[in-house]
């Protein structure tokens, strides 16, 4: 059986796939495919949660952000019957506070994510003069807050190619600048739990805004 990507997937719960599309993947579920069906009811409570806890977003931009950043998080939760390893506490894009702060900001993104037992807190910019994006964070071991989280291993990859590697220092800090694609993945390896992939569309948010 061809199974549609976890990609499809979600557009098809943003309602963003054609009226063709969307009929082939309806009867793609009908058909019981329990894969699909699964990814599906992931995305749909991702969609749910994305649009709840933005409800002054438009829920397309708070979808749009929710999929680029739980694109990994369906993958790894699979067979765990969870889609909620990863979740977002704060995005400045998803929740822009001080409208002021973020264009003065110069695309600063500041995000803080939730991965049990970890917590991950990563700023995201530009290189001023240069085509890169910097990336840095720190990785703190909740269910050990005495033991940071070091010696993690991070991957960064602009998925176009270029894949630059981080390790954590004793402070489970991390840095790494790789070229700005737009797209940015991060993977986090860490000893004895399943890596945590962020995904990133349009990481620094030059797409254009949403029409009204
Ligand atoms: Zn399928």
């Known amino acids: 059986m061809d199974h549609f990507t976890t990609e499809n997937w979600i557009d098809f719960v943003n309602q963003a796939v054609d009226a063709t599309q969307q009929q082939l993947m309806e009867r793609h579920l009908k058909q019981g495919c329990k894969r699909c069906t699964k990814t599906v ?31 990994g998080a369906a993958l790894a ?10 979740k977002v506490l704060f995005d400045s894009f998803l929740h822009p506070v001080f409208e002021g702060a973020r264009s003065t900001s110069a695309g600063t993104r500041q995000m803080l994510y939730r991965a049990d037992p ?54 489970g800090e991390f840095s790494g600048e ?27 948010g030059t797409l254009p805004e949403r029409e009204q």
């Open 41 to 71: 009811s992931i995305w749909q409570k991702v969609r749910q949660s994305a649009v709840s806890e933005a409800n002054y977003q438009p829920p397309e931009h708070a979808v749009r952000i929710a999929k680029a950043t739980f694109a």
């Open 178 to 204: 790789i070229e700005n694609s737009g797209d940015l993945q991060m993977t986090f390896a860490t000893t004895g739990s399943q890596p945590i992939v962020i995904s990133l569309r349009d990481a620094l």
């Open 118 to 171: 970890f917590q991950i807190d990563i700023q995201v910019e530009p290189k001023p003069g240069a085509n890169r994006i910097v990336v840095t964070g720190q990785l703190l071991d909740l269910s050990n807050p005495g033991v940071i989280g070091s010696d993690a291993r991070i991957i960064l990859s602009n998925m176009r190619g270029q894949v630059v590697h981080a390790v954590t220092n004793q402070f």
């Open 77 to 86: 939760g699979q067979g765990k019957g969870s889609g909620s390893r990863i």
